[in-house]
């Protein structure tokens, strides 16, 4: 008879909370000689900076896309000040930080703001979320999700790594040419674009750069997810993560290369002469232009939003993938709807291609033309609102853990709710009318991104981070950062609606204050901005409880949310340093098997283990209870 | 069964792993997919490159159409030596795939031999293109002259650019098939077979790119 | 509720519907078939080689007819029609033949139909926005964009 309430580790009896030390030892141990054992020590430049561990490159995308993202953000922060008090100047750091050619005597330049606004939007979307969402995120997690050593290609990986930082790093550097950053928006219109100063060349060549990386990383995503899945796992058993990640690949690989032509065509006309973009008959501040003319500006608006609508729901989906993972997890239930929830990606997907010119609705296109796009963009929200449904569906009934990330899954079901109806009135091309161009275009997307997107990251990030590193987040830090971003990001974005309906223009200097139109509403500007500041020291609970955590955190075991998927259940926290599984797992059953019926030893079952031997509960220790169990029953 | 490495599911601490992780199908097909990854990475890559040049072709449709005046094809383009360049880029698209009908036969050397003419054909086809170029740039025509001469040179210069590519990948091929074919044949195999489809889908451009620039 | 969660599993992985095609998973090593519908044998594979060269003659014939139809110098939309007709035909034999997509997988003409559907779409949009604008509202195209005729547009041939 085994002694009570003790586990057999090796030769000994042990108490639980031993074994697990000894487990963990265990592992430390063998990793220490995975890395050094047979004298194949790798050289730090080959395993840290040139790595092609999925694992290391995507901590290496995070932390260099939580960096851009702060950097994004505090471009916000530095036009937002202008907004509130257009024509004051800054505090004296700032002032001396940002010179005398951007701010002379303190006072942004309205040059200055504009090349902030174009960063701004470049910085986030393509050195920020993206890198975040898909290089970080499913890079570290899609091959453990799907029980694969690493991707398929894992050199490519790296490649795409180092293709992004170059493009970042250059994006970065435009503010110290002559002229400055880019400062035609992110959107790039010509024929300002063209005849723009330049910073929009290097604009031009880092987004080659970023595409090319982006292109990259799709084959392999791809690649990785149809031809690595383990043994029985089939693709009605895929999580959602991995489901959103497959489509967002295929949005990123198909959408992208027109952007790749259309910025060589832009390159081409900015430093080879060429009027792909230019028409005939340009004055620029009097002097005609010497180019050959006959292009059509309107033919780069449709190859960037090509891809730019598709990027959209790039920056959506891993997101929503995120939640379903987190909300399954802690409504210890099934996701309700899995079938509607892959159906609905798919198709939103594959509309996503369609609905383009949506954003062109101003540009006097013909009624045909407008009756399609507008009918398009009606049909892509059905999918939207399913996937949407299916998530807070998912909480009916259910007995819900309030753990961090579940805070923030919790709340991005309202963000995005409000993100996504307030697209609706943009989508129909009459109501389009008053609406382009002003506030509540920007209060629309940023919903859909800001309390949505980057909630989901959050979510994300409090979730994963035991598995990365071993420890957890401390959880009281994690919720005053909630409850304090969730405020605040309201009351940035929330008065931005009323000053759109105002008809308060975007991409103002002075946020509105030579327009009569815009004197009701300009009060809000105020409000908004301290808002902003006040977002930037909500974070500051979050950076400390990052950095701190990683060294200093409570340590806890592989699956400490007992969650069902491969990567908490089948693996180490951190998991193992080489090929991630010592045996490859066979999966046996769908991904959020919680709560089974008939199932009485736990409330989970992991996809991995096979019916015969599902684990008894055990304080964050999934593994280790099975491993124990085993021992129990030899 | 002693120590307390037998909970890490039978990590044996003691065996030296190489640190190239062994990733499945990267050789031999999935079963159920039918294909090993390089397959379908290439393919996926491919069909990226189908709307890169979709996109160019969009672009040359858009301005075309709307302009009140566009010369034909055939009164400004050397329309021989682009004939010639035609089947130049067929030939070599039969070469590389005879190549890789040879590595699969075990004929090593003949498989070389093939990848070489692959790499000459590509090498003729941009001298010919240099001839055109510079024959253009001689009478001062330049992209920036007018659409036409613009989109004439982005589709044919991505087009060579492409072609570059491709001969630098044939070069590496080569430099490197003894060693490969010696130690890791089927890997070999499937990088000429993957390098080809990339090939051939070059020629494919070509294919309709010559109609449409030059005999229109 | 997951749809697993309904089939009694005795240890054979349930991989079903929705996915590729139903076939036993695992790592069989079948030296011969690591080519998709590929005959690997020496003599499959002289059949294909001359199956190769053929595809190249029709393919040198079809280049020096399409050069022979250009030299008619037909009407526009006549001489569009026939040029693209004959390069889809010769693009054709290229992917079935040397890129062997007549046996290749399924997996990859749904990767290529996507492809070729957005394709279309993007050849499509900007064209047709502008035909649309040009038919809704009258004078549009005098605000279009006006080309500079082409100076060089001589009547050389070929240069």
């Known amino acids: 008879m085994p002694p009570k309430r003790q586990v057999r580790v090796g030769n000994q009896w042990m108490r639980a909370r031993d074994a697990q030390r000894a487990l963990e030892e265990a592992i430390r141990v063998a990793n220490e000689e995975d890395v050094h054992g047979g004298g194949h020590q790798q050289p730090f430049l080959r395993k840290y900076v040139f790595s092609t561990d999925h694992k290391w490159i995507g901590i290496q995308y995070a932390i260099t896309a939580l960096c851009f993202l702060l950097l994004g953000f505090s471009m916000m922060l530095l036009m937002r000040y202008q907004l509130a008090w257009p024509g004051q100047p800054f505090p004296m750091w700032i002032a001396r930080f940002l010179g005398q050619s951007n701010a002379p005597g303190g006072v942004m330049l309205p040059e200055f703001y504009n090349q902030l606004g174009a960063m701004h939007g470049t910085v986030m979307v393509f050195l920020a979320i993206v890198p975040l969402a898909v290089g970080a995120f499913g890079n570290y997690l899609v091959p453990l999700q799907i029980g694969a050593p690493d991707m398929a290609f894992p050199k490519l990986n790296m490649m795409s790594y180092w293709l992004y930082l170059p493009g970042g790093l250059l994006m970065l550097l435009s503010f110290f040419v002559p002229g400055g950053a880019p400062n035609s928006g992110w959107t790039s219109y010509p024929p300002l674009s063209v005849i723009a100063t330049h910073g929009q060349t290097v604009w031009i060549i880092g987004m080659i750069f970023l595409i090319t990386s982006s292109l990259l990383g799709s084959v392999n995503f791809i690649v990785t997810i149809f031809q690595l899945r383990a043994k029985g796992l089939s693709f009605m058993r895929l999580p959602f993560f991995v489901w959103a990640q497959l489509v967002t690949s295929f949005l990123l690989l198909l959408a992208f290369p027109p952007l790749e032509a259309a910025a060589i065509l832009q390159l081409m006309d900015r430093v080879a002469g060429t009027s792909f973009f230019m028409p005939s008959g340009l004055v620029v501040s009097g002097t005609p232009l ?25 920056l959506i989906l891993p997101g929503m993938g995120i939640i379903a993972e987190v909300i399954a997890n802690n409504t210890r239930k099934p996701l309700w709807g899995y079938k509607s929830l892959v159906g609905a990606g798919i198709f939103l997907g594959f509309m996503s291609f369609v609905v383009w010119a949506h954003h062109m609705f101003m540009t006097g296109m013909g009624t045909a033309i407008s009756a399609f796009f507008q009918t398009t963009t009606m049909i892509i929200s059905i999918p939207s609102v399913i996937i949407l449904t299916a998530l807070i569906m998912s909480l009916w009934g259910a007995s819900i853990r309030f753990t961090v990330p579940m805070l923030f899954a919790l709340a991005f079901l309202p963000m995005f709710g409000i993100g996504g109806l307030t697209g609706l009135p943009l989508g129909l091309a009459a109501a389009d009318i008053h609406l382009h161009d002003t506030y509540y275009v920007i209060g629309h997307f940023h919903y859909v991104v800001a309390p949505g997107t980057i909630f989901a990251m959050f979510a994300g990030i409090y979730y994963w981070f035991p598995k990365a590193t071993g420890r957890q987040m401390n959880e009281k830090l994690g919720k005053l950062h909630f409850w304090s971003s969730l405020i605040f990001i309201n009351g940035v974005f929330a008065p931005m609606f009323i000053q759109g309906l105002a008809g308060v223009s975007r991409r103002l200097y002075d946020g509105g204050a030579q327009y009569i139109h815009a004197k009701p509403v300009l009060h809000l ?11 930037l020291a909500a974070q500051v609970p979050f950076i400390f409880n990052f950095f701190y955590s990683i060294f200093k955190g409570q340590r806890v075991g592989s699956n400490v949310w007992d969650a069902t998927t491969i990567e908490w259940a089948a693996t180490t926290s951190p998991p193992l340093a080489h090929g991630n599984f010592d045996v490859l797992p066979v999966v046996y059953r769908g991904p959020y098997e919680y709560s089974v019926p008939g199932h009485t030893e736990s409330d989970f079952i992991p996809q991995h283990v096979p019916d015969d031997a599902a684990p008894a509960p055990t304080a964050g220790g999934g593994m280790l209870a099975a491993a124990a169990v085993a021992q129990r029953e030899a | 069964m002693d120590d307390g490495h037998t909970l890490v599911a039978g990590h044996d601490a003691h065996s030296a792993h190489s640190h190239e992780i062994e990733i499945p199908f990267t050789v031999h097909a999935r079963p159920d997919t039918g294909l090993y990854n390089g397959k379908l990475g290439i393919w996926l890559f491919l069909a990226s490159e189908v709307m890169l040049f979709g996109a160019l072709f969009s672009t040359l449709v858009l301005l075309r159409t709307s302009a009140p005046v566009w010369p034909h094809g055939w009164q400004i383009l050397n329309v021989p030596l682009a004939t010639l360049n035609t089947f130049v880029l067929i030939a070599s698209s039969v070469t590389v795939i005879l190549a890789w009908a040879n590595l699969r036969l075990g004929e090593l050397k003949k498989a070389k031999i093939f990848l070489l003419l692959t790499l000459l054909c590509g090498f003729g086809f941009m001298i010919i293109k240099t001839i055109e170029y510079t024959t253009k740039f001689s009478h001062h025509q330049y992209p920036s002259t007018n659409n036409f001469f613009g989109t004439y040179f982005v589709l044919t210069g991505l087009h060579g650019l492409h072609v570059l590519g491709g001969m630098i990948v044939f070069a590496y091929l080569l430099m490197t098939a003894d060693k490969w074919y010696a130690t890791k044949r089927d890997q070999f195999t499937n990088r000429v077979e993957v390098t080809g489809l990339y090939w051939h889908f070059v020629d494919l451009v070509w294919i309709f790119l010559f109609p449409i620039l030059y005999l229109l | 509720m997951s749809d ?3 089939h009694p599993e005795q240890g054979v992985p349930d991989q079903h519907a929705g996915g590729p095609p139903h076939e036993p998973l695992g790592e069989q090593e079948h030296p011969t078939h690591h080519h998709s519908g590929h005959d690997d044998s020496p003599e499959g594979i002289r059949k294909e080689v001359r199956r190769y060269l053929i595809v190249f003659g029709m393919l040198a014939i079809l280049t ?23 390069a889809t035909v010769k693009g054709s034999l290229v992917a079935a033949f040397f890129m062997h997509l007549v046996s ?7 990767v290529l139909v996507l492809t070729v559907f957005f394709f279309g779409v993007l050849m499509w949009g900007p064209w047709h926005h502008r035909a649309d604008a040009a038919k809704s509202w009258p004078g549009y195209d005098v605000n279009a964009s006006k080309p500079a005729t082409s100076q060089t547009a001589s009547p050389e041939p070929g240069h």
Request: no cysteine.
């Open chain 1, 290 to 314: 010497t180019n050959a003319g006959g292009g059509n500006p309107l033919l780069w608006q449709h190859l960037f939003w090509f891809l730019a609508h598709p990027e959209v729901y790039v």
């Open chain 1, 525 to 535: 500007n105020v409000f908004m901005s301290i808002s902003a500041f006040l977002l």
């Open chain 3, 4 to 6: 697993t969660a309904r």
């Open chain 3, 64 to 86: 020096i007819i399409t050069v022979a139809i250009a030299q008619l110098h037909l009407p526009t939309w006549k001489a569009v029609t026939l040029a693209l007709a004959v």
């Open chain 3, 104 to 110: 290749e997988r399924k997996l990859i003409y749904g």
